[in-house]
């Protein structure tokens, strides 16, 4: 019995894709790369969750956490005291993204979203890199590590904390 449980996870677990993921976290350092060849590297620790919601916890340069859910996004600036509201103009489908990718070669999906395209990088059906080129023509790229996919997570934690003090600017 232990030799068909274990053969049935196995099993199961080669037939996962990235694009079965419900839940996302891991440590992350982020490039931007601009025109001139010049780059800027942000770290810090991303959580996701189906359907729509995300923390951002940017440790490096600076502090800052962003958090989104659905159509808002609230930025969290500890060093100034200042936290930023702003609605989205439109919702970036990061599952849905990850869902529609079609497989380019091992280990590398690629995905249309808008006038993007994301390539995913994945080893084992973990999530490695997504890579793309911003709206101001910069090189992006998010390399993750110890990462956690499909991790039963609680909706607290997408939820923006912040002392009253600090500034709010609704945008």
Do not use: C
Not at 115 to 138: A, C, G, L, R
Not at 151 to 162: E, G, K, S, Y
């Amino acid at each position: 019995m232990k030799h068909f449980l274990l053969t049935l996870l196995l099993l199961t677990s080669s037939f996962a894709s990235i694009t079965t993921i419900n839940s996302f976290e891991a440590d992350f350092v982020q490039s931007i790369t601009d025109e001139k060849n010049k780059v800027l590297t942000y770290s810090g620790h991303i959580t996701a969750m189906k359907p729509q919601y995300a923390k951002w916890n940017y440790t490096s340069p600076v502090l800052k956490d962003v958090y989104i859910n659905d159509f808002k996004v609230t930025i969290v600036e500890p060093e100034i005291e200042q936290v930023i509201i702003k609605k989205l103009e439109s919702n970036f489908e990061f599952f849905k993204m990850i869902q529609n990718a079609k497989k380019v070669s091992q280990n590398t999906y690629e995905a249309n979203y808008k006038k993007s395209k994301f390539t995913i990088k994945e080893i084992n059906n973990i999530i490695q890199s997504i890579s793309y080129i911003d709206e101001f023509e910069n090189n992006v790229k998010v390399a993750f590590k110890n990462q956690k996919q499909n991790q039963d997570l609680q909706l607290r934690v997408f939820a923006p904390h912040f002392p009253l003090y600090y500034d709010i600017i609704r945008d």
